[in-house]
C-alpha cells in the first residue's frame, strides 16, 4: 500500500469527519535507521510497527534525518510488497493502480509505441519525469514518440525511460517526489522524480502468478524469484522474471471482412485471425525477461564498492490494420450506404511481359499488355493485416565507490547503458514490387546508449543551529549517443511498380499501340517504412554539470533548503536552475511547506535527430514525406532550428496534518509552468517555388512532405493532492485505509498553430481524467487478509482520433469506478491469494456516432472495428481480470 505525502481540501475534510479512515501499511525492506540520502543502496522502509511518517527518505534531501512527517517536499513511498501484490505484471500498469496522478494509454494499434509507451506524471510527458535506480539516473528508452493520436496525446515527441524493463520483486521501495528537483538531480526532473531503491535483504523469495480476462482470453503467466545473501562483507541480491501475456481483443468483425466472409464463404477461412476480428483491437500477445543485480563489498568499516544492473529483453507482437482485397458496402446507424474499399493495391493489374527489345511502337520501359499479369489476390486472396513486432532490450549498469570519514560522505559512480528497440513485420507486402514483393521486413534498429560519471559530496556542519547544516555539492559528465540503422532493401526502397506502367496492346503483327496506364504503387512496407542508409546514423550530445545545496533547521519548527545548478550542453548552450523549500511546524502534527524552483528539460539527440522519410510516386516522379531532424537544410528552410530545452517554473504549497495517532492527511497544490515545449510540426508542402530556392527539396520533390521537431508552446499545470492515511485494530485485527486524490488541470497557454492542431490542443488539456481517487482498505488476521481497492476516474476526451467541432470534442467519456479484490491465506513460508481486477467489469463508454465517427448495425463497431476509444482511457478496455498468486518466502 501506499504512503502519500501529497494530496484535496474537500477530502481531508471527509478525512476528518467521516466514518471510513485512512491507513498506511509498512512494506518489506532494510532497517530505517541504517538509510541515508548519502547511500542510495540503502532505501529504507519502515519496519511493520514503526509509524508510516517516521520512514527514512532518501528523495528530495540529502540529509540523513528527513521523514514524511517533517519533509518539506512531498514523497511517496511505495512498498516492495504493494508493487508485487498487483495483478499487472508491468512496472507501468502497476504504478497506475497506485499513484494517482501516473497516466497511460493502453495503445493498442499505435507503431512502435505499443512496444514502449510513454506515462505520464501531472499531465506531463514521460521525459519530464526523472527515473533513478538507488540514486542514479536511468537511461532513456531508444523509441521517440513519434506516432500521432491519443495514445501518445500527453507524450508526442518524448523520449523517456522505459520502465517496464524493471522487475517489482527487485525493488525495496519506491519513492515518488512530486515537484520539480531540476536544481538537485539534473534535466528531466520537472514533474518529478521516481526512485527505485533497490533490495538487499538475505533470503529467498518466489512468485507465480497466473490469470486472464473475464473474456476467456488475455492469459498472463508471471515467474519471480529473488535471492540475497548479506554478511560483515557486504551483500548481493539477485532478481530475475519471466512474464508471459496472451493478446486481448475488445473490437469488432469489420463490415469488409463481415461481407467478405459472407460473399466468398470458400476463402472465409484464409481471413486473418478468421473467425476472430481481422484487425485486433486489444493487448498485443507479449512474453520478457527482466533481472537485476544489487550487491556491494565492504572495503573498510566507513567505506564500500556497490556495483548493480538491470538486464531485460521483451519481444511484442501487434496487430495493424486490415488490408481489404476487395470492396464492399454496408448501411451505417444513419441508414447511409458507405464504401468499404479495397486496398488500392488490390485494384492493381500488374503487367509482367515487358516491350519487345527494339520495337518503336513498344518503347523500353513499357509493358504489354497480355494475359501474363499478377494481382494482389494472388498472394493475400482475402486481404491481410501486416503484424509489427517489435524487440526491447535493456542493459544498465553502475559501479560506484562511496563513504564516510565523520561528518563528510563521498560517492563516485559509472554508469553505462544501452537501449535497443529492433522492428520488423511480417503478413506484409511492398507494393511497388509487385509479384517479387517479400512479406517479412526487418526495419533497422533503434538504440539509446548513456555515459555518466558522477561524484556527490555532502558535509554536516555544526553552526549552533537547531540542526547541522548540510551542505551537499558534486558535479557530473553525461554523454547520449542515439542511432538508427538500416533495415531490409525492400522495407524502405522503391521497386519497379513505384512508377506508373505504361502499357502498349498488340493491333497487328509487330505492332502496339498505347492503351493507358496501370496505378503507382506505394513505396516501403505497408504499414510501416524502414529506415534507409541515407537516414541512418549516430549523434551524440555532452553535458556537464555541477551542482550545491544547503540544508539545516533554523529553529526547532523552521525546517529550510535551497540547491542551485549549472548544466552545459555541446548542443544548445548552459542551462542554470534552482529551488528553495521550506517547512514549519505550528503544532505538534501540524506543519506546512512549500518551494518554489526553476528546471529544464534538455532535448535529447534522439529528437533533434529523428529521422522518418518515407518515398512515394506522383505521375512517375518521386517526392518523400516524413520527420526530418532540425539541422538538415531541408527542416532549416521551413523554420527550424536547433531544439532549445523545454523550462519550468515550479510552485508548491501543502500541510501536514496528523491528528490521532496512526492518522496522517497532507494536502498539497502545486503549479508547473512550461514553456518552450517540444512538438512535431504540421506538413508543409514542397512546391516549385519551394525547389528553386532551396536545391536540397530536391529529393523531397514537389507535392513532399517536411515535418520536424521544434519548440512551440507554453502550458500551465496546476492541482491538488490530498491524501490520508489510517492504522487502528479492530478486536485482534489489524485495519489500514488510505485514500488518495489527484486534481490535475492542464492549459494550453500559448501556442504556434503549426505546431499543435486544435485537437491536439483538447487533448493536451482533457485527455487524462482531471479527477482521480485510489481508495485501499486492508483488513488482516493472524494468517487471513482482505483487501479492497476502489478507483474513481473522472471524463475524458480523445479528439485526435474521434475529431472536434468548433474546439469542442465529438465524444466525452463519461467517468468510472472500478474495484479490485484481493484474499490471501498465509501457511508459515507460503501465501496463496485469489483476486480480481476490474471486479464489476466495467469499460469505458463505447464510442458513439458523430461527424468522423460511423457505426454499423452489421457488426456493432466502426468500419474499422472500433467499439471503445482506440487509446483505452485511463484504466483500458480489456475489462474484468481474476488471477492467483502463489508466493514463497523462506
Not at 120 to 137: A, E, H, P, T, W
Not at 277 to 301: E, R
Request: proline share 5%; hydrophobic share 35%; glycine share 12%.
Amino acid at each position: 500500500m501506499i504512503r502519500y505525502t501529497t494530496s484535496t481540501v474537500a477530502l481531508a475534510v471527509a478525512l476528518l469527519s467521516g466514518s471510513t479512515a485512512f491507513a498506511a501499511r509498512s512494506g518489506t525492506g532494510q532497517d530505517a535507521a541504517t538509510a541515508s540520502a548519502q547511500d542510495p543502496t540503502l532505501q529504507a522502509v519502515a519496519p511493520a510497527e514503526a509509524e508510516p511518517t517516521s520512514e527514512i527518505l532518501v528523495l528530495g534531501t540529502r540529509r540523513t534525518d528527513r521523514t514524511l512527517a517533517n519533509s518539506p517536499s512531498p514523497v511517496d513511498i511505495i512498498s516492495s510488497a504493494d508493487l508485487t501484490t498487483q495483478p499487472a505484471a508491468n512496472m507501468i500498469d502497476a504504478l497506475k493502480n497506485i499513484v494517482p496522478s501516473f497516466y497511460a494509454g493502453q495503445n493498442s494499434i499505435s507503431d512502435a509505441s505499443t512496444f514502449v509507451r510513454s506515462p505520464s506524471l501531472r499531465g506531463l510527458s514521460g521525459d519530464q519525469v526523472l527515473v533513478m535506480l538507488n540514486g542514479k539516473r536511468y537511461n532513456r528508452s531508444a523509441l521517440v514518440q513519434v506516432y500521432g493520436g491519443s495514445d501518445t496525446g500527453l507524450g508526442r515527441g518524448a523520449q523517456g525511460p522505459d520502465i517496464s524493463a524493471i522487475p517489482s520483486l527487485a525493488i525495496g521501495n519506491l519513492q515518488v517526489l512530486r515537484e520539480g528537483a531540476t536544481a538537485q538531480y539534473g534535466s528531466d526532473a520537472i514533474a518529478g522524480v521516481l526512485n527505485y531503491g533497490l533490495r538487499e535483504d538475505q533470503g529467498i523469495e518466489l512468485v507465480g502468478r497466473a490469470g486472464q480476462y473475464y473474456a476467456g482470453d488475455g492469459e498472463s503467466y508471471q515467474i519471480a524469484g529473488n535471492a540475497g545473501l548479506k554478511g560483515d562483507w557486504g551483500f548481493i541480491n539477485a532478481t530475475g522474471e519471466y512474464v508471459d501475456e496472451g493478446q486481448t481483443s475488445r473490437g469488432r468483425q469489420r463490415p469488409s471482412a463481415a461481407n467478405f466472409a459472407q460473399n466468398f464463404p470458400a476463402l472465409a477461412s484464409q481471413l486473418p485471425n478468421y473467425p476472430l476480428p481481422v484487425q485486433i483491437w486489444g493487448n498485443s500477445p507479449s512474453h520478457g525477461f527482466k533481472s537485476v543485480l544489487n550487491a556491494a563489498l565492504n572495503v573498510t568499516a566507513d567505506s564500500k564498492l556497490y556495483f548493480f544492473g538491470n538486464y531485460a529483453q521483451s519481444k511484442g507482437n501487434q496487430s495493424f490494420n486490415y488490408r481489404p482485397s476487395v470492396s464492399s458496402t454496408a448501411v451505417d446507424t444513419n441508414g447511409v450506404v458507405r464504401n468499404q474499399g479495397a486496398n488500392g493495391a488490390f485494384n492493381n493489374t500488374f503487367f509482367l511481359t515487358p516491350c519487345p527489345a527494339g520495337n518503336a511502337t513498344c518503347p523500353t520501359g513499357g509493358f504489354v499488355r497480355d494475359g501474363n499479369t499478377f494481382r494482389y489476390s494472388q498472394l493475400y486472396p482475402a486481404g491481410f493485416t501486416p503484424r509489427f513486432v517489435g524487440k526491447t532490450q535493456e542493459l544498465y549498469g553502475v559501479l560506484g565507490y562511496k563513504g564516510t570519514a565523520g561528518d563528510f560522505t563521498y560517492d563516485l559512480s559509472g554508469t553505462l547503458a544501452r537501449n535497443k528497440l529492433s522492428l520488423s513485420m511480417y503478413n506484409s507486402a511492398n507494393f511497388s514490387y509487385g509479384p517479387a514483393t517479400e512479406t517479412s521486413f526487418d526495419f533497422g534498429d533503434l538504440i539509446q546508449k548513456e555515459v555518466n560519471f558522477n561524484a556527490d559530496f555532502t558535509y554536516a556542519a555544526d553552526l549552533g543551529l537547531a540542526a547541522p547544516l548540510t551542505v551537499s555539492a558534486g558535479g557530473e559528465f553525461r554523454k547520449e549517443t542515439y542511432e538508427q540503422t538500416a533495415g531490409d532493401l525492400q522495407s524502405y526502397s522503391a521497386g519497379p511498380y513505384a512508377v506508373a506502367q505504361q502499357l502498349y496492346t498488340l493491333t497487328a503483327p509487330g505492332v502496339y499501340t498505347p492503351s493507358g496506364a496501370t496505378a503507382a504503387q506505394g513505396v516501403g512496407a505497408s504499414g510501416y517504412a524502414g529506415t534507409s542508409p541515407a537516414t541512418a546514423g549516430k549523434f551524440s550530445q555532452k553535458a556537464y554539470a555541477a551542482y550545491i545545496g544547503l540544508e539545516t533547521d533554523l529553529t526547532e519548527a523552521l525546517t529550510v533548503g535551497a540547491a542551485g545548478r549549472y548544466e552545459h550542453y555541446n548542443t544548445f548552450g548552459d542551462a542554470w536552475v534552482g529551488k528553495v523549500n521550506a517547512l514549519y511546524k505550528f503544532v505538534e502534527g501540524f506543519s506546512v511547506r512549500g518551494s518554489f524552483g526553476t528546471g529544464f528539460h534538455a532535448p535529447s539527440p534522439g529528437q533533434s535527430n529523428v529521422s522518418i522519410v518515407t518515398t512515394s510516386f506522383n505521375n512517375g516522379v518521386a517526392f518523400q514525406a516524413g520527420t526530418y531532424p532540425t539541422n538538415t537544410a531541408v527542416a532549416q528552410y521551413y523554420g527550424a532550428t536547433n531544439l532549445s530545452p523545454e523550462k519550468s517554473t515550479n510552485y508548491g504549497l501543502g500541510v501536514i496534518l496528523e491528528p490521532v495517532r496512526g492518522m496522517t492527511i497532507t494536502v498539497d497544490g502545486y503549479r508547473i509552468n512550461l514553456r518552450n515545449r517540444i512538438g512535431l510540426t504540421s506538413p508543409f508542402i514542397v512546391t516549385a517555388a519551394d525547389l528553386a530556392a532551396q536545391p536540397a527539396l530536391l529529393p523531397v520533390g514537389i507535392g513532399g512532405q517536411v515535418q520536424y521537431f521544434t519548440n512551440g508552446f507554453k502550458t500551465r499545470t496546476q492541482g491538488i493532492d490530498v491524501v490520508g492515511t489510517y492504522r487502528t485494530k479492530l478486536s485482534d485485527a489489524l485495519l489500514n485505509f488510505s485514500l488518495a486524490y489527484n486534481y490535475n488541470d492542464t492549459k494550453v497557454t500559448d501556442y504556434d498553430a503549426r505546431i499543435i492542431s486544435v485537437a491536439q490542443l483538447i487533448d493536451a488539456e482533457n485527455l487524462a481524467p482531471k479527477h482521480r481517487v485510489v481508495f485501499n482498505a486492508n483488513w488482516s488476521l493472524d494468517n487471513l487478509s482482505f483487501n479492497v481497492r476502489e478507483n474513481y476516474y473522472s471524463s475524458f476526451t480523445s479528439a485526435q482520433d474521434y475529431g472536434q467541432t468548433n474546439g469542442v470534442a465529438n465524444q466525452t467519456f463519461g467517468g468510472k469506478f472500478t474495484t479490485d479484490l484481493e484474499l490471501s491465506y498465509t501457511f508459515k513460508y507460503f501465501t496463496l491469494s485469489v483476486g480480481a481486477q476490474n471486479f464489476t467489469d466495467e469499460h469505458p463508454d463505447r464510442l458513439s456516432p458523430n461527424s468522423t465517427v460511423q457505426i454499423y448495425p452489421l457488426t456493432g463497431g466502426t468500419s474499422d472495428g472500433q467499439v471503445y476509444p482506440r487509446n483505452g482511457g485511463p484504466f483500458g478496455f480489456n475489462g474484468g481480470f481474476y488471477y492467483t498468486r502463489l508466493r514463497v518466502k523462506i
